[in-house]
């Protein structure tokens, strides 16, 4: 029974929900240092990607985290005993070298922030005031953009903007874009504290009309849609007349 007990927590870990711990003050007010996240690894499986306004975790793209690794001031039994239970997805991993940061845009997006103004993507500007940092700024501390992002990555940032090396200071590789390939998954609820428990949402401005790169360009290419038959019937107005004959 503890062997097959193991074997299915194993395979929760490996595809369905893994712990993770959160290191820093990157994410505060929506995650604080210590708080527990459970992660959904179980729908990029079936080729569902990172959405906007989604909070992942995704493994270092390179840099990051700039070599540092945790130290563990617990003894080599505790060690031992987080390793176990690490491997089997009970407890976030001390040795993992992942982060955790809010999906702002996704393939074919363009973003930007000036110094002063809120974060764009394709133009149309975020309400942030739901989940940054109380008093922090979009990101004065470090403007950017506008920046195409490509297809097959992300652009990632921290909810305490002044407290975030995101996306924003990893210009200098892939413009500081996050592929989906390196992605883990959304976190979906704060398991731990327990008086901290909570769901973690998509902010309500992700779901403004008119976000998406493609839903931007609608709008022309509807034009360009219905302006091709009245083009064409002038055209064919215009040659029945000068065989005078005319619909």
């Not at 029974?1 to 711990?21: D, R």
């Not at 975020?126 to 506008?146: S, V």
Request: one cysteine or more.
């Amino acid at each position: 029974m503890v062997g097959i007990a193991l074997l299915l927590a194993l395979l929760i870990k490996t595809f369905l929900v893994q712990a993770f711990s959160i290191p820093s003050d990157s994410m505060q007010n929506t995650l604080q240092r210590g708080d527990r996240v459970l992660v959904d690894k179980l729908t990029p499986w079936f080729g569902a990607e990172p959405e906007r306004g989604e909070v992942v975790v995704f493994h270092d793209p390179g840099g990051w985290l700039g070599g540092e690794t945790q130290q563990s001031d617990s003894g080599p039994l505790a060690r031992g005993v987080q390793r176990v239970l690490s491997f089997i997805g009970l407890m976030p991993s001390a040795e993992e070298k992942d982060l955790i940061k809010r999906v702002i845009a996704v393939g074919g997006d363009t973003v930007e922030c000036q110094k002063g103004g809120p974060v764009k993507v394709n133009g149309k500007a975020l309400n942030e005031k739901g989940y940054i940092f109380p008093g922090g700024t979009p990101c004065d501390d470090k403007p950017f953009g506008p920046i195409k992002v490509p297809e097959g990555r992300i652009w990632v940032m921290g909810d305490h903007r002044q407290d975030s090396l995101d996306s924003r200071y990893h210009q200098n590789l892939n413009n500081g874009t996050v592929s989906v390939d390196q992605v883990v998954g959304r976190a979906i609820v704060i398991a731990w504290p327990v008086d901290r428990w909570s769901t973690l949402p998509v902010p309500g401005t992700f779901d403004q009309p008119g976000l998406g790169a493609a839903a931007s360009m609608a709008p022309s290419a509807l034009g360009f849609a219905g302006a091709v038959p009245i083009v064409l019937w002038r055209r064919r107005r215009l040659v029945r007349k000068a065989r005078g004959t005319v619909d």
